[in-house]
């Protein structure tokens, strides 16, 4: 069974930083790649950031680009979301998802609330 | 503002068909056949319904299909069933720069 467990979600100040954590198991990490969806509270989906299976290429939305990093360890399993410069604007659940072919988004964790406030 | 349109409401009687319409452009859903939709329930994850404007997963019932015309995807729930009451979301591919879209999402009600 495909699983994505996030985890690293907490409070932080404006201008703080946060690392997030995406465990995967159920399949074969390295061969796929992998993207972060946030939502703020009752809002919709917007696509945060991507990474290639080999972390040789990534992609950023432009709301986050400069402040996030993606990025993962094969040999770990482990999907990570490194925010840094945090608004308040980056309040959200953050989903950690396998995709299949360009954006069949398969399998979602369960998400990780980020909450960026004084 | 989300970058593809969908309308805020649906709704349709237990045993009916509904249509939510996913409006684009030629830079997204128009240009690609990259279009998925996802079902979120409240409190939970989004589920991936539709992949590549018409694949269903396994699991998915076949009552949920999908079609593209132009710069418009569509999902139609046929046999309207209560638990598929839920917020849908449609996404596109939309190129190496923006990578991926999303509409706003359509409140599905069953009535």
């Known amino acids: 069974e495909v699983q994505l467990v996030e985890s690293g979600g907490g409070l932080v100040q404006p201008g703080g930083s946060l690392r997030l954590s995406c465990a995967a198991s159920?399949?074969?990490?390295?061969?796929?790649?992998m993207h972060w969806v946030r939502q703020a509270p009752g809002k919709g989906l917007v696509w945060v950031s991507r990474?290639?299976?080999?972390?040789?290429?990534?992609n950023y939305a432009d709301s986050v680009k400069g402040r996030f990093t993606i990025s993962r360890d094969n040999a770990k399993n482990t999907l990570y979301l490194q925010m840094s410069s945090l608004r308040a604007e980056d309040t959200a659940v953050y989903y950690c998802?396998?995709?299949?072919?360009?954006?069949?988004?398969?399998?979602w964790g369960q998400g990780t609330l980020v909450t960026v406030s004084s | 503002q989300s970058a593809l349109t969908q309308p805020p409401s649906a709704s349709g009687s237990p045993g009916q068909s509904v249509t939510i319409s996913c409006t684009g452009t030629?830079?997204?859903?128009?240009?690609?056949?990259?279009v998925s939709w996802y079902q979120q329930h409240p409190g939970k994850a989004p589920k991936l319904m539709i992949y590549?404007?018409?694949k269903r997963p396994s699991g998915v019932p076949d009552r949920f299909s999908g079609s593209k015309s132009g710069n418009t995807a569509s999902l139609t729930v046929s046999g309207l069933q209560t638990e598929d009451e839920a917020d849908y979301y449609c996404?596109?591919?939309?190129?190496?720069?923006?990578?991926?879209?999303f509409g706003g999402g359509t409140k599905l009600t069953v009535l």
């Open positions: 998802i396998r995709v299949r072919g360009y954006n069949g988004f398969d399998s």
């Open positions: 159920g399949f074969t990490f390295s061969s796929y790649w």
């Open positions: 990474i290639k299976n080999d972390g040789s290429d990534t």
């Open positions: 030629s830079s997204d859903v128009g240009g690609y056949d990259y």
């Open positions: 590549e404007v018409n």
């Open positions: 996404s596109s591919y939309a190129g190496y720069n923006t990578e991926v879209v």
